[in-house]
């Protein structure tokens, strides 16, 4: 990977990964010597996904006299794959200087660089991915749409949160958890969908069977879902892609079903987080993010509603050090799932030399980093520490896409000491890069009991009782 030549050495540095290279920094260093430039192009940037809905992003690039192409290439692609994963969508528009557009086409052209965004966006929109090119002028204003999620806590009602490490279900009678669950089970290591479907099943019934009746049921998982299907969810990465297409795009409806035609309700696992938050909080503009197996995300808006984004900020590139691990699902480098999740701190720990047993669960390495901090391991320590000043940087470069108020921080990674350090730092950053942003944002760390009951109740409150299911 080439290295941007607008990257630039962040005010606080990790000494676990001192060449981690903010792209906030970088991105705005590069904008400014564009803007100080002779005669700047306008770019406009179109991510279409379901019902024609368009998202639209504004930015500028060098005059091609300036002989900046490798910087502009590197800037648009980098900007589109972190609109592509927030926004969703099977097409982009690209208004702006045609040797950019070009390259562009030919990245997410069958067998280029950015293939595997190319399929995944393919699938769950079930539409073949296209580039057009065009002229900035002829891209219109985004035509967002934005809806009510959750918020319903009458009757009885069933929680329930697919982790890649644990399942977790609650009995909710009239918003109050009356009972709560966690089983730990493998759903990524399975290649039989039924592991998956009797797992969950029999979870939905130890709940149902702790309340008189069940009213509804509202899931929380990682992935993507669309009218309570499911178009791809890690989950089920093991799942032959004939078997999910059989078996697993219509679980969750089929599960409902079979417990009697109960109203259900699934939804991406982030933007149940970032529910939960604003019902704690009693606010709006949250962006909720679950540091797990994965990094999960999701947001709701100033008037309490979700957006339809993908929100899937694993595959959102989080750093420009060329020389960041790589992601082994979508082949790129520097994405958020290498910084925000247990992979993190295990990526930290390898790199600086901290022996972890190889034979341990990627769950159960982060247990081992977390029971070694309880005693007092400073090294270690600071491997949270250095999460938070991840957090802090690309806190500040989600802000080009969200509008925040709140960031709500949950996940197995955040759990005990290291959580509260990754808070600290995240602070210290926007502190130290943005006051004014570090008074505007309020970076929460929820406690353990809030965490488990918080998404319990917003999972089991997806449903409309009132709605035609």
Excluded at 150 to 165: P, Q, V
Aim: aromatic share 10%; net charge negative.
């Amino acid at each position: 990977m080439k290295s941007f030549k607008y990257s630039v050495e962040p005010k606080i540095i990790s000494e676990m990964d001192p060449n981690f290279r903010p792209i906030y920094l970088a991105n705005a260093n590069y904008l400014k010597a564009v803007m100080k430039s002779k005669n700047p192009e306008p770019v406009a940037i179109a991510i279409e996904r379901n019902q024609g809905i368009q998202s639209v992003y504004k930015t500028f690039v060098f005059n091609d006299s300036e002989n900046e192409y490798e910087s502009n290439i590197f800037y648009i692609e980098r900007l589109i794959k972190s609109l592509l994963w927030i926004k969703g969508g099977w097409k982009i528009i690209f208004g702006g200087p045609k040797s950019i557009g070009n390259y562009i086409k030919e990245s997410y052209a069958v067998g280029g660089l950015r293939e595997f965004d190319r399929e995944f966006m393919t699938r769950i929109y079930e539409k073949k991915f296209t580039v057009e090119l065009t002229t900035p002028d002829m891209i219109k204003d985004s035509n967002e749409k934005s809806a009510p999620l959750g918020r319903h806590l009458e009757g009885y009602r069933i929680g329930f949160d697919a982790g890649g490490s644990d399942r977790k279900v609650s009995a909710v009678v009239d918003g109050v958890p009356i009972y709560s669950e966690e089983v730990v089970w493998h759903p990524k290591l399975q290649t039989d969908p039924t592991y998956h479907y009797q797992g969950i099943l029999d979870s939905i019934k130890t709940a149902a069977s702790k309340m008189p009746r069940v009213d509804a049921i509202g899931v929380s998982s990682a992935g993507v879902y669309i009218d309570n299907r499911v178009m791809a969810a890690s989950l089920f990465i093991k799942v032959p892609k004939h078997e999910f297409d059989l078996h697993v795009k219509d679980m969750f409806i089929n599960i409902a079903k079979e417990l009697g035609d109960i109203p259900i309700e699934v939804a991406n696992d982030g933007d149940v987080t970032a529910l939960a938050g604003a019902m704690s909080l009693e606010s709006n503009q949250v962006l909720g993010i679950a540091m797990g197996t994965s990094q999960a995300a999701g947001y709701v808006d100033a008037k309490g509603n979700i957006t339809g984004w993908l929100n899937e900020l694993a595959f959102v590139p989080a750093d420009y050090n060329p020389d960041a691990m790589i992601d082994e699902w979508s082949l790129d480098y520097g994405c958020g799932v290498k910084y925000f999740s247990q992979d993190a701190a295990i990526k930290l720990a390898e790199q600086n030399q901290i022996k972890i047993n190889p034979d341990l669960s990627p769950a159960e390495k982060l247990e081992y980093l977390q029971n070694e901090i309880s005693k007092g391991n400073e090294k270690i320590l600071k491997i949270f520490d250095t999460i938070g000043i991840y957090l802090g940087y690309n806190i500040l470069g989600y802000q080009a896409f969200y509008d925040i108020k709140h960031v709500l921080v949950l996940g197995r990674v955040t759990s005990g000491l290291g959580g509260s350090r990754i808070i600290h730092y995240a602070k210290l950053v926007l502190e130290a890069e943005s006051p004014d942003l570090a008074k505007r944002i309020k970076i929460t760390l929820p406690d353990e009991k809030s965490r488990r009951v918080g998404q319990s109740v917003a999972a089991a409150s997806l449903p409309d009782l009132n709605k035609r299911y």
